[in-house]
């Protein structure tokens, strides 16, 4: 039997209603599916959605300052005030970093609040989103001073008879980094490096594997921390990744 006008209309509405209400998902599904190999947003790329970014540059409700007040709006760092790099640093050792700074085991009066005021998730995400950054040119590598030869000694071979290893042993060759735990120094500014071998010296900052920069630094003099930190400043960062076809 023929359906009736009336009825052909409700069942109409009815579908119509039906597809309005289906789930994202479905949706998408009804559409077609993504082209096979269609690029996805780059976490750093213009317009995509990226909380890492925002609480770089303008910071969070909780209170958190913009990251870029003190670091740089590229996540340069400020070297005339020691505020060290972050762009293209391992993502997951700025994640360390900043729940070192939360739970007192990197002491830091500016950073232990603004830390402490981070989720987890903002944390993953600012840390994502400067590991993701291009690295600037070390703004110290054409300094005018020369560097104190002390520098590379110490760096390149260490001092064995203060018990003193090479810094490159851990932190690569030209200093770039190893994993995780051994961030790049090569143009990282040389106030920041020593601050921070100071730091290990006083035990204020001991939140390192197995405590070795605690046991380094506490065998450098004065003129061993100025020499290494002016060394590793004037060295060039660490070139781009290869872009693979």
């Known amino acids: 039997m023929a359906a009736s006008p009336l009825m052909a209309r409700k069942v109409g509405i009815a579908v119509l209603l039906l597809a309005l209400a289906a789930p994202p998902a479905l949706a998408g599904q009804a559409a077609g599916p993504t082209a096979p190999g269609a ?10 959605a990226n909380p890492g970014m925002t609480i770089a540059n303008e910071g969070t409700k909780q209170g958190a ?34 729940a070192s700074f939360a739970d007192g085991s990197r002491a830091n009066p500016i950073m232990q609040p603004v830390a402490t005021a981070l989720t987890g998730p903002e944390r993953s995400a600012v840390a994502a989103y400067f590991a993701g950054l291009p690295l600037p040119a070390a703004a110290e590598a054409k300094a ?39 961030p790049p120094l090569a143009g990282q500014n040389a106030a920041y490096i020593s601050a921070q071998l100071e730091a290990w010296q006083a035990g204020t900052r001991h939140d390192d594997p197995l405590g070795l920069m605690g046991g380094v630094a506490s065998r450098l003099t004065k ?3 100025g020499a290494v930190a002016g060394y590793f400043a004037a060295l060039p960062t660490p070139p781009p990744p290869e872009a693979k076809p």
């Open 144 to 182: 005018a001073t020369p560097v104190d030869p002390r520098g590379a000694e110490l760096a390149l071979h260490g001092d064995w008879g203060v018990g003193v290893p090479a810094c490159e042993s851990c932190h690569g060759p030209g200093a770039m980094g190893v994993g995780t735990s051994f």
């Open 39 to 48: 690029p996805a947003s780059a976490p750093n790329a213009p317009g995509a």
């Open 65 to 98: 300052p913009a990251c870029a007040t003190c670091h740089g709006a590229r996540g340069e760092g400020q070297p005339a005030s020691g505020f060290p790099r972050l762009a293209g640093l391992n993502a997951a050792y700025i994640l360390h970093q900043l």
């Open 223 to 225: 003129r061993d921390i």
